[in-house]
């Protein structure tokens, strides 16, 4: 696996926030769906889709796993209906991984953390990894997803 040390860019985000368990995530998901359809955020190049993992769901108690996702915009958004906030990304010097394929099974922050990691001489970062979900819809098949990895250093 091909890994970049890159400079993740400041970022606001539109942000809905997911606690609990990991087989909801696509409840809340669809929260940020509807609102960005009903508030013209539909460009996934200019309007990027991301997820915030503060925890991993295979080790972490169900009610204590927390994953935000969220979309970059270009100004703050108001106070709505969907519970969608307004958050940033800080600008982070990150190790990179892309993976492709399904998103259920994420090989790039396995091997970011086990493989990488461990053999580098870096630290990991104070925010969670970031992930960038490069291309999103109905129409994608689960073999062809694009999800770059970004493991914040510190």
């Known amino acids: 696996m091909d890994i970049e040390i890159v400079f993740f860019p400041f970022t606001l985000i539109a942000t809905v926030e997911h606690f609990g368990s990991p087989s909801l995530e696509g409840q809340t998901i669809k929260k940020l769906i509807k609102w960005r359809q009903e508030n013209n955020f539909l460009d996934s190049e200019k309007h990027q889709n991301y997820g915030i993992h503060y ?12 994953v935000d ?3 970059s915009v270009d100004r703050p958004i108001e106070q ?3 519970g969608i906030i307004n ?3 800080p600008q982070l ?17 396995i091997y970011l953390l086990e493989q990488w990691l461990p053999h580098s001489e870096e630290k990991i970062g104070n925010f969670p990894p970031i ?7 109905i129409n994608i ?3 062809q ?6 493991l914040p250093l510190g």
Do not use: L, W
Not at 55 to 66: A, Q
Not at 131 to 137: A, L, P
């Open 87 to 89: 958050k940033t990304i």
């Open 93 to 109: 010097r990150c190790a990179k991984a892309r993976d492709i394929g399904s998103r259920n099974n994420n090989k790039a922050i």
């Open 69 to 71: 996702f969220a979309i």
């Open 55 to 66: 925890t991993n769901p295979s080790t972490t108690p169900i009610e204590h796993h927390h």
């Open 131 to 137: 992930f960038h979900y490069v291309n999103v819809g």
């Open 80 to 82: 709505n209906s969907y």
């Open 141 to 143: 098949d689960p073999q």
């Open 145 to 150: 997803m694009i999800t770059d990895v970004y």
